[in-house]
């Protein structure tokens, strides 16, 4: 599988970019600023939805403009597929094969992208947190039901988190609620949710 069309509208510095791709190893040559980085991180966004450095979506769309659109055409043995991603204020709109599809666990895993930059040597160096999630989301891509699993548990993980504050403020000694919990935590930690 690889990338062999991009086309990038008000992405970042572009206004308008279209580029093609070989079934090699591509370089891209420029100058500081120029956009490396930028086209580096709209081919990992059209895979996966949310770009590898920020989790605040409007930093992709271009200043002054009021949405970013990613599209590509990906090369897999059974033909071209083609993938399309809207990022406006208001949300996300992503498109393969031109059907739009509702759910973004739908969306991931049409297209596998494995991301190294500079900035993953965190990877190695920084905290476990990192680790965990930069595997995350390599299996969320190859998996919807992980990505979907993985959502609850982070969801009960919040409220179990938040309650266990509540009770220290409280000083209660009724546990029923955080049993509840708990257990839900745990279903939630085996997949079983
Ligand atoms: N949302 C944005 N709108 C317009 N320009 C942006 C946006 N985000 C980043 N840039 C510009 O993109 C450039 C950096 O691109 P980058 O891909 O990091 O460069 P490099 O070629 O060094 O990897 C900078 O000039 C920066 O001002
Ligand atoms: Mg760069």
């Known amino acids: 599988m690889y990338i062999e069309e991009l086309q990038l509208r008000n992405y970042r510095n572009y206004q ?8 090699k ?4 040559l420029g100058e500081n600023a120029q956009g490396k980085t930028n086209v580096m991180e709209s081919i990992y966004v059209l895979a996966m939805a949310k770009s590898h450095r ?9 200043w002054e ?6 599209e590509g055409r990906i090369k897999k043995s059974n033909g071209s597929l083609p993938m399309q991603l809207v990022i406006s204020k ?3 709109k992503a498109k393969v094969n031109h059907l739009e599809q509702r ?3 739908q969306y991931i895993g049409n297209m596998n992208v494995v ?3 500079p900035e993953d040597l965190n990877l190695v160096k920084g905290s476990p947190q990192v680790r965990r999630r930069f595997i995350d989301m390599e299996i969320g891509q190859v998996s919807a039901i992980y990505l979907h699993d993985m959502g609850q548990y982070n969801k ?10 509540q009770l220290q403020i409280k000083k209660t000694s009724d546990h029923t609620m955080l049993d509840i919990l708990t257990e839900q935590f745990i279903q939630a930690a085996a997949g079983s949710l």
Request: no cysteine; hydrophobic share 35%; proline share 0%.
């Open 65 to 70: 403009e009021e949405y970013a659109k990613i």
């Open 156 to 165: 009960i993980l919040q409220q179990r988190n938040h309650y266990l504050k």
């Open 25 to 28: 190893v591509n370089v891209i």
């Open 103 to 105: 759910k973004l666990s």
């Open 115 to 117: 991301m190294f930059a």
């Open 54 to 62: 920020t989790s605040n979506d409007k930093d992709l769309i271009r």
């Open 90 to 92: 208001k949300g996300k």
């Open 16 to 23: 308008g970019l279209e580029a093609t791709f070989e079934n």
